[in-house]
Each structure stands twice: as structure tokens, then as C-alpha cells.
T-cell receptor
């Protein structure tokens, strides 16, 4: 069965410092993994996706994530936080079509950025 | 392209009332889904569809019905609203599960 665990419900950083949001996954198959961002009272926006190509995936707004199969992790990073990065971030794993074809969301990590 | 649109943006229902949340996309996506978002629980899949005429249940389908008569539209029906259905509902679409989903702006539903 597929599942995803976001290890921190809340992360607080200062503007200009690095961001690390942690995600571990469980999958019976080679997974497809995504990170989404949700700003307050907004819908969700796709940040980046991993679909078995390069293990280091670059996304929008300077974010990137590294797929590590040995650690079953897909952590999201950004070298320098900006105030506009304050939002909730969701790590997502996909279930193959022959298993139902759907997305499973983590519980979310709220990122706060201090001036 | 308008992308994924949802109506209404806000709705208040009394317990026992029924209503339909509308979702439409103009990207010719085969895959559409409905999620509910509750504090501390992330997004949970209610129902999804892999094409017109095909629907299936997600994680929390009880109390909800869906149909998919066209590629563009995927309405979600609440048969008899309950306070436990107070939530924010998101519709999403994609060309395939692996391509990443486009989300609508959401419908905030309160059941009293």
C-alpha cells in the first residue's frame, strides 16, 4: 500500500535561510511523488514532481527535491527562504492506475518565514 | 483557458438538505477527482473519475455521489448534509495521474 508521512507539522525559518521540509513515503511500486503548495485561502499549486527520471527534481520558485530510494524520502528544499514562501506544503504519492489511480496526500507542513 | 472552476465558493446548508457542488475543466483532462480538506488531516479523496462514464470511490465516499457524463464536468452531490461534512472541497483534474493535478479554488461548505 502507498502512504506518505510529512515529518513536521510546522517549520519556522528566518528570511534568507535554507528551508527543509521532510517527507517519507511507502510504496509497493516505483512511486511517483509530488510536492504541492497552498497559500492561505487558495487552491493547491504543483511545485514539482518525480516520475522516475532524474532523482534531483527542480520545481518552481527555487524549490527542489531529491528522491532517495534507500531512505524512502523525498525532502523539499530551498536555499534561501522568502516571505512569500509562507504557506502549507503537501507531499503526495500516486497510486498506479492498476491499483486505483489516485493521489494520496500527506498531512501537510505549515512553513512560517520570519523577517 | 479557465482551468478548473468550482461553484459556489461558499455555501451554508442545514442538516438534511441536499446540494450539488459543480466542477468544470476546459483542458480536456480525462482524470478528475474530488477532495475534502479538514484541519490537520491534509486532503482526503472522496471520489474520482478516469474518464467520462467511469467513477470510483476514494478514501471517504460516504454521503457523496458523483457522475461523469462529459469530459468537462464532474459534479459532487451531497444527498443529506450532515455537520461532519463541513469542510473545504477541492476539485482537481489532470491528463493522467502521473502528470500532476490542477486544482480548483475550492468550495467552503458549512452544515449547521
Amino acid at each position: 500500500a502507498q502512504s506518505v508521512t510529512q515529518l513536521d507539522s510546522h517549520v519556522s525559518v528566518s528570511e534568507g535561510t535554507p528551508v527543509l521540509l521532510r517527507c517519507n513515503y511507502s510504496s509497493s511500486y516505483s512511486p511517483s511523488l509530488f510536492w504541492y503548495v497552498q497559500h492561505p485561502n487558495k487552491g493547491l499549486q504543483l511545485l514539482l514532481k518525480y516520475t522516475s527520471a532524474a532523482t534531483l527534481v527542480k520545481g518552481i520558485n527555487g524549490f527542489e527535491a531529491e528522491f532517495k530510494k534507500s531512505e524512502t524520502s523525498f525532502h523539499l528544499t530551498k536555499p534561501s527562504a522568502h516571505m512569500s514562501d509562507a504557506a502549507e506544503y503537501f507531499c503526495v504519492v500516486s497510486v498506479p492506475y492498476n491499483q486505483g489511480g489516485k493521489l494520496i496526500f500527506g498531512q501537510g507542513t505549515e512553513l512560517s518565514v520570519k523577517p | 483557458n479557465a482551468g478548473v472552476t468550482q461553484t459556489p465558493k461558499f455555501q451554508v446548508l442545514k442538516t438534511g438538505q441536499s446540494m450539488t457542488l459543480q466542477c468544470a475543466q476546459d483542458m480536456n483532462h480525462e482524470y478528475m477527482s474530488w477532495y475534502r480538506q479538514d484541519p490537520g488531516m491534509g486532503l482526503r479523496l472522496i471520489h474520482y473519475s478516469v474518464g467520462a462514464g467511469i467513477t470510483d470511490q476514494g478514501e471517504v465516499p460516504n454521503g457523496y455521489n458523483v457522475s461523469r457524463s462529459t469530459t468537462e464536468d464532474f459534479p459532487l452531490r451531497l444527498l443529506s448534509a450532515a455537520p461532519s461534512q463541513t469542510s473545504v472541497y477541492f476539485c482537481a483534474s489532470s491528463s493522467a495521474v502521473l502528470s500532476g493535478q490542477y486544482f480548483g479554488p475550492g468550495t467552503r461548505l458549512t452544515v449547521t
